[in-house]
T-cell receptor, first 113, second 111 residues
Framework: GDSVTQMEGPVTLSEEAFLTINCTYTATGYPSLFWYVQYPGEGLQLLLK?????DKGSNKGFEATYRKETTSFHLEKGSVQVSDSAVYFC????????????FGKGTKLTVNP | SQTIHQWPATLVQPVGSPLSLECTVE??????LYWYRQAAGRGLQLLFY??????ISSEVPQNLSASRPQDRQFILSSKKLLLSDSGFYLCALGQGHEKLFFGSGTQLSVL
């Protein structure tokens, strides 16, 4: 079945460091891809998405590009801030008659000042 | 704006006890509602979804059940909890799967 694999955490960075969180997927067809973020004490919220190959989703300085050839959707940010500390989830939207979101395990990011 | 109320935030229950987690939403009508669970070391797993009152679809066989007695209320239940039911439970709403809004979650520990 459809699945998402993202890098294991936790990830600890210093402020202004470069961030990459890897995400690869296995799916039938061409699913939409998402990154969700959960800040401490809050619910999950959509960070960015891409609906077709070569699309780039971006928000709050984060970017991810839908790479069909490598079945990847890696999350990147050039300069992280303490406020970016959160758990990040990669997800795909399955296609077909019963669409649903399939999530990765989540990667906890801690940014130190 | 859409709001999801989910409670309690944390819950500790003994094995064999019943469970009832409630989720209510505001600011929308006839939403699709979802229950997700994140068990330790695993991704978010869809447990149930509902497209309307009394309409429940189960994604995986398990010890849990769900009900939707009102348009904006979605309840997750169990008659007898198992250790394996421990996890983080998230209620979500959406119009179409692409725009999902999540509640703050309930951390359930079954001892």
């Amino acid at each position: 079945g459809d699945s998402v694999t993202q890098m294991e955490g936790p990830v600890t960075l210093s402020e202004e460091a470069f961030l990459t969180i890897n995400c690869t997927y296995t799916a039938t067809g061409y699913p939409s891809l998402f990154w969700y973020v959960q800040y401490p004490g809050e619910g999950l919220q959509l960070l960015l998405k891409a609906t077709k190959a070569d699309d780039k989703g971006s928000n709050k300085g984060f970017e991810a590009t839908y790479r069909k050839e490598t079945t990847s959707f890696h999350l990147e940010k050039g300069s992280v801030q303490v406020s970016d500390s959160a758990v990040y989830f990669c997800a795909l939207l399955t296609q077909g008659g019963s669409e649903k979101l399939v999530f990765g395990k989540g990667t906890k990011l801690t940014v130190n000042p | 704006s859409q709001t999801i109320h989910q409670w309690p935030a944390t819950l500790v229950q003994p094995v064999g006890s019943p469970l009832s987690l409630e989720c209510t939403v505001e600011g929308t009508s006839n939403p699709n509602l979802y229950w997700y669970r994140q068990a330790a070391g695993r991704g978010l797993q869809l447990l149930f979804y509902s497209v309307g009152i009394g309409q429940i679809s189960s994604e995986v066989p398990q010890n849990l059940s769900a009900s939707r007695p009102q348009d904006r209320q979605f309840i997750l239940s169990s008659k007898k909890l198992l250790l394996s039911d421990s996890g983080f439970y998230l209620c979500a709403l959406g119009q179409g799967h692409e725009k999902l809004f999540f509640g703050s979650g309930t951390q359930l520990s079954v001892l």
